[in-house]
């Protein structure tokens, strides 16, 4: 694997994950440690070295602000991050132990290791929790979903095997490794299956299609809205990529438009491919064998999916309900959340998407709605109600609205709807300012509207159909 400034043979991974794992055991006692890293070969090496040490691994999102890190690390009991230069004005402003890799004189401690034996692996239970992944709640609260060794393992193993890919496959990482799709997708399914990985730390269209060109890239993951800036970069040819083994999307809605002018322009079939953080997460994929355009594919090996009308009843196919699932890779639960477990994993082991959608009878299934007030804004879960109570912390907020709205870029976006206190004076730019303190550049809303007042049901609840109908 490489990433352009460092490449690393799996002997040598292993190698330099033992030399993290003997840093990591010295600078922590606690039972979970925290990775900021973006995608690069530093960060698979750190997350087996943790793992070696037997700490449970909290990635980190370098996008957020520092009071929503806060808040992680606060929930997540870490008193360590291990990360690296770039983030350290972010890493400074948490109250923690912050570990740099350029400070652990890696290159010295890698001869070293040549001449030592390999530590013992660590005694784990397939059950025990690998690690603890932070997506918003419908609070505004992280969530921890505590990721299990066989919930990672099972999903990795069932995915390459509905895949039907061998490791003489050349992997493209893009995405962040603090997000399941790039965690599990890009890091640990390479890993397991064996093959090359070219990570790309940084999205850049341009960067992304060289790579491909120069390293014969054949997989690539990504989320519709990285195919949408490769499509509007000039260097994208004909040819670009015809080495292309499979390219697979997921993590927020993909556009027609997409689909078409990657076939046209490349004869690039996208496969579209469905799952949850609390998943590991694939669910579903279109695959080379089996593909209907406009649907998620069909389950993957080990994947049962059950949808159900609003009174639990199987509907008939074709029919919409909520998506269940029941696979070895659903997680344990929510970290410190046994009310919001139970809220969507029952006894039985079903899980309880909040998405819509239906099974044909192809058994391909199709994303239809949310049932969840939940945008995806550049494959990022995010819930209103968290950029709602950082508007109604302001002193001239009365109350606010937020809902998502389509954005041909990120997928998503968020507009805020704000009701002003009584003789308070505030402007849109005011707000936007405040938000962007609290809140990561991407949940910061596009555009605040000021109004009078906001449409209302029977019970003064906020009808927000009634405002999506207004943008």
Same mark, same amino acid.
């Given at each position: 694997?490489?990433?352009?400034?460092?490449?690393?043979?799996?002997?040598?991974?292993?190698?330099?994950?033992?030399?993290?794992?003997?840093?990591?055991?010295?600078?922590?006692? $606690?039972?979970?440690?925290?990775?900021?890293? &973006?995608?690069?070969?530093?960060?698979?090496?750190?997350?087996?070295?943790?793992?070696?040490?037997?700490?449970?691994?909290? #990635?980190?999102?370098?996008?957020?602000?520092?009071?929503?890190?806060?808040?992680?690390?606060?929930?997540?009991?870490?008193?360590?991050?291990?990360?690296?230069? #770039?983030?350290?004005?972010?890493?400074?402003?948490?109250?923690?132990?912050?570990?740099?890799?350029?400070?652990?004189?890696?290159?010295?401690?890698? *001869?070293?290791?040549?001449?030592?034996?390999?530590?013992?692996?660590?005694?784990?239970?397939?059950?025990?929790? $690998?690690?603890?992944?932070?997506?918003?709640?419908?609070?505004?609260?992280?969530?921890? *979903?505590?990721?299990?060794?066989?919930?990672?393992?099972?999903?990795?193993?069932?995915?390459?095997?509905?895949?039907? *890919?061998?490791?003489? @496959?050349?992997?493209?990482?893009?995405?962040?490794?603090?997000?399941?799709?790039?965690?599990?997708?890009?890091?640990?399914?390479?890993?397991?299956? +064996?093959?090359?990985?070219?990570?790309?730390?940084?999205?850049?269209?341009?960067?992304?299609?060289?790579?491909?060109?120069?390293? @014969?890239?054949?997989?690539?993951?990504?989320?519709?809205?990285?195919?949408?800036?490769?499509?509007?970069?000039?260097?994208?040819?004909?040819?670009?990529?015809?080495?292309?083994?499979?390219?697979?999307?997921?993590?927020?809605?993909?556009?027609?438009?997409?689909?078409? !002018?990657? !076939?046209?322009?490349?004869?690039?079939?996208?496969?579209?491919?469905?799952?949850?953080?609390?998943?590991?997460?694939?669910?579903?994929?279109?695959?080379?064998?089996?593909?209907?355009?406009?649907?998620? +594919?069909?389950?993957?090996?080990?994947?049962?999916?059950?949808?159900?009308?609003?009174?639990?009843?199987?509907?008939?196919?074709?029919?919409?309900?909520?998506?269940?699932?029941?696979?070895?890779?659903?997680?344990?639960?929510?970290?410190?959340?046994?009310?919001?477990?139970?809220?969507?994993? +029952?006894?039985?082991?079903? =899980?309880?998407?909040?998405?819509?959608?239906?099974?044909?009878?192809?058994?391909?299934?199709?994303?239809?709605?949310?049932?969840?007030?939940?945008?995806?804004?550049?494959?990022?879960?995010? =819930?209103?109600?968290?950029?709602?109570?950082?508007?109604?912390?302001?002193? $001239?907020?009365?109350?606010?609205?937020?809902?998502?709205?389509?954005?041909?870029?990120?997928?998503?976006?968020?507009?805020?709807?704000?009701?002003?206190?009584?003789?308070?004076?505030?402007?849109?730019?005011?707000?936007?300012?405040?938000?962007?303190?609290?809140?990561?550049?991407?949940?910061?809303?596009?555009?605040?509207?000021?109004?009078?007042?906001?449409?209302?049901? &029977?019970?003064?609840?906020?009808?927000?159909?009634?405002?999506? !109908?207004?943008?």
């Amino acid at each position: 694997m490489t990433d352009g400034a460092k490449s690393l043979t799996y002997r040598q991974l292993a190698r330099l994950s033992r030399v993290l794992r003997d840093c990591i055991v010295k600078s922590t006692d $606690a039972p979970r440690v925290g990775i900021m890293l &973006p995608a690069s070969t530093a960060f698979p090496a750190t997350l087996f070295g943790a793992l070696w040490a037997s700490k449970t691994v909290v #990635p980190l999102n370098f996008l957020l602000q520092p009071e929503e890190l806060t808040r992680i690390v606060l929930d997540s009991e870490i008193d360590t991050i291990v990360t690296v230069r #770039p983030f350290e004005k972010l890493a400074s402003q948490l109250d923690v132990k912050i570990v740099y890799l350029e400070d652990l004189h890696l290159k010295r401690k890698m *001869v070293w290791a040549t001449l030592r034996s390999f530590p013992p692996a660590p005694v784990v239970d397939k059950n025990d929790t $690998a690690v603890l992944l932070y997506t918003s709640g419908t609070s505004g609260d992280p969530k921890g *979903v505590e990721l299990t060794y066989e919930n990672l393992r099972s999903n990795c193993v069932d995915t390459i095997a509905s895949l039907n *890919v061998d490791p003489k @496959q050349t992997f493209l990482n893009i995405l962040p490794p603090f997000h399941i799709f790039g965690l599990t997708a890009n890091v640990l399914l390479p890993v397991v299956l +064996g093959a090359t990985v070219f990570a790309i730390p940084r999205f850049n269209p341009l960067a992304v299609l060289r790579a491909v060109k120069e390293h @014969q890239i054949s997989i690539i993951m990504a989320i519709p809205s990285m195919y949408a800036a490769m499509l509007r970069s000039k260097s994208a040819k004909p040819d670009t990529f015809d080495s292309i083994y499979l390219a697979i999307t997921g993590g927020e809605p993909l556009s027609d438009s997409i689909v078409t !002018e990657f !076939e046209q322009r490349f004869g690039l079939t996208l496969r579209q491919g469905y799952g949850l953080s609390e998943t590991s997460p694939v669910l579903s994929v279109g695959t080379r064998d089996a593909f209907k355009n406009r649907t998620v +594919g069909r389950p993957i090996r080990n994947v049962q999916i059950r949808i159900i009308d609003e009174q639990g009843r199987e509907v008939q196919a074709s029919d919409d309900g909520e998506i269940l699932v029941r696979s070895p890779g659903v997680m344990k639960g929510y970290f410190k959340k046994p009310d919001e477990t139970k809220s969507v994993l +029952g006894n039985d082991g079903w =899980f309880r998407t909040g998405d819509i959608g239906n099974v044909d009878s192809d058994g391909f299934l199709s994303i239809t709605g949310r049932s969840k007030e939940m945008m995806i804004i550049g494959g990022e879960n995010v =819930f209103p109600r968290e950029i709602e109570s950082v508007l109604e912390s302001h002193e $001239a907020v009365l109350q606010a609205a937020v809902i998502g709205a389509p954005d041909g870029m990120r997928g998503e976006v968020p507009i805020a709807f704000v009701i002003p206190q009584k003789d308070a004076t505030v402007t849109s730019d005011e707000l936007r300012s405040f938000a962007r303190k609290s809140l990561a550049n991407f949940k910061t809303p596009r555009r605040i509207e000021i109004r009078d007042d906001l449409p209302t049901g &029977p019970t003064g609840k906020i009808l927000k159909r009634k405002l999506r !109908e207004q943008i």
